[in-house]
């Protein structure tokens, strides 16, 4: 089980005092965050109380290279990353075409992946086709065991749930989720999580897709569900949008130095989010995207005015 | 939602083209044989260029999708059925019936035609090239899709008969998810497909009009 660092949360007006006795914290170096040395914020699993990094690893689009060795080893050296700066969740799919086999001949690869959570999809209709792709994806992470699987956009769940709560009492599989995204099918996703003995939903959440705050998320806290954000960048729609825009002076306060730790710290600031799974085909963003995992994080008026500075943009 | 991105695409592409070199000379040189075919005014049997249009929608179907493109994308496997199932029906349609003639009637639909048949040959490479898939990943007809579907549209248009509808389904749903898939991943040739789809359908559904109506 992974250590658990309680973060320090910081509004703007207490940074602004702090500021007003030391001076120089607003822009402390996030490189300094950004070594390894100190650990991620972890957040707990409410299910079980273990304690997985806040910021995980997702591989739609970027993981899926085939079989070309020049990009797999370039998405080698990804992975390596993600597991030198204390990563823990990496999140993927069948339907990521050959992101699970690039994931899996990663992982057997290099030394370090000790603090792996592994997560993946069952994504099939029928119940006997789940097994035959869940099956296929333990071979193709090189795994035993999954520490998470999900049932994709919610196909044919019923099916795989039942699978998976016979997979969970057998060990296969420790925890179970369900996901959505692009705030598709959220009245069936309430419905499963009011309903259903699941312990994760994965939903998509970021400073311009908000709906999740409404009902999914408080949800998700009211009934014990871990929550993984997906698109926590908006597919790239948020540094379309506002990356030529200036940081706000105030980004230091929250040990942010550039927009990805921005967007991601709101993310995985919210009380009922567990962790955030940004996906990127580069060392440099990934260890970016990292950083966002140490430090300061936001609190809720702070949240308000990061909402507030971006409506200005 | 496409799984990948550009750049993994053009990979994959010139991986794909350089583990079947130098068969795009040979896929370019058969263009060339159906281009000859249809411009040549005769009313002889079309079944050897027949042949090669359908043997072109096979490989890139079992080789491109299948074998190769399938990897990246769950999808290829039903693009492969339909570029398979595109072929059997050329070959049913074309050559077992051998219901198919190949004529140049320097009308419109002749002109545009044989316009395509060019384009899919020489333009859809060029276009491809400056618009930045680079020289190993150029998109050649008979081995990727993008400039059969075309090569097709144009070999439909020169059919002495109306060419059967059958045989523009394939290439019209084809032609729309290339384009689509091209707008999505910034591949701009790509985008010359609907309009070639539309433009053929519509001239395939006049030239049935009008052999309906001097039937009448």
């Known amino acids: ?313 | 939602m496409i799984p990948f991105s550009r750049d993994v695409f053009l990979d994959l592409v010139a991986q794909y083209n350089a583990l079947l070199w130098p068969a795009q000379i040979a896929a370019l040189l058969l263009g060339l044989v159906v281009l000859y075919f249809s411009i040549r005014t005769h009313d002889g049997n079309s079944r050897f260029p027949v042949l090669i249009v359908a043997v072109s929608w096979l490989a890139v179907g079992i080789g491109y999708f299948a074998l190769h493109f399938s990897t990246l994308n769950w999808a290829a496997w039903l693009s492969a059925a339909l570029f398979v199932t595109q072929a059997l029906l050329l070959v049913w349609t074309g050559v077992i019936r051998s219901g198919f003639r190949l004529h140049y009637d320097n009308d419109i639909a002749s002109q545009i035609g044989v316009a395509l048949l060019a384009f899919a040959i020489a333009g859809y490479p060029l276009l491809g090239l400056a618009t930045g898939t680079g020289t190993a990943a150029l998109p050649i007809v008979g081995i990727d899709p993008g400039p059969t579907v075309l090569l097709t549209w144009g070999f439909l248009l020169l059919s002495t008969t109306p060419a059967p509808l059958v045989l523009a389904v394939i290439p019209f749903i084809a032609a729309c998810v290339g384009a689509a898939a091209g707008w999505l991943i910034d591949l701009p040739a790509d985008l010359v497909l609907p309009p070639a789809a539309v433009a053929g359908l519509w001239l395939i559904l006049a030239k049935r009009r009008r052999y309906r109506g001097a039937a009448k």
């Open chain 1, 1 to 313: 089980m992974m250590r658990t660092f309680e973060p320090k949360v910081l509004g703007r007006r207490g940074f602004l005092a702090g500021l007003a006795g030391a001076g120089a914290a607003a822009n402390m170096p996030t490189a300094s965050l950004a070594a390894a040395a100190i650990p991620l914020i972890t957040r707990a699993i409410p299910a079980s109380g273990e304690a997985i990094p806040i910021i995980g690893m997702g591989t739609w689009i970027t993981m899926n290279v085939g079989n070309d060795p020049a990009l797999r080893a370039d998405r080698l050296k990804v992975v390596q990353a993600f597991f030198d700066e204390g990563g823990g969740m990496i999140d993927s799919s069948p339907m990521y075409g050959s992101s699970e086999a690039v994931i899996g001949d990663s992982l057997s690869k290099i030394a370090n992946s000790r603090g792996l959570f592994s997560a993946t999809k069952v994504w099939t209709l029928s119940q006997w086709m789940g097994v035959r792709q869940m099956n296929n994806s333990f071979d193709l992470w090189g795994l035993k065991r999954f520490d998470l699987m999900q049932i994709h956009n919610l196909v044919d769940w019923e099916a795989h749930l039942e699978t998976l709560l016979e997979w969970k009492k057998e060990g296969l599989v420790r925890y179970i989720g369900i996901t959505t995204s692009h705030g598709r099918r959220h009245d069936d996703l309430a419905d499963i999580m009011r309903k259903q003995p699941i312990d994760f939903v994965q939903l998509t959440y970021n400073m311009l897709d908000l709906e999740a705050e409404d009902r999914l998320l408080p949800l998700a806290k009211e009934r014990g569900i871990a929550v993984i954000v997906n698109r926590p960048f908006q597919r790239g729609g948020l540094f379309d949008r506002f990356d030529s825009a200036p940081l706000p002076d105030w980004a230091g306060a929250i040990d942010c130095s550039n927009w990805a730790q921005l967007f991601l710290k709101f993310v995985v600031s919210h009380p009922a989010v567990t962790c955030a799974i940004p996906a990127t085909s580069r060392v440099d963003h990934l260890r970016q995207n990292m950083a966002a995992g140490r430090g300061r994080l936001p609190d809720a008026e702070m949240r308000a005015q990061m909402i507030r500075y971006i409506e200005t943009l």
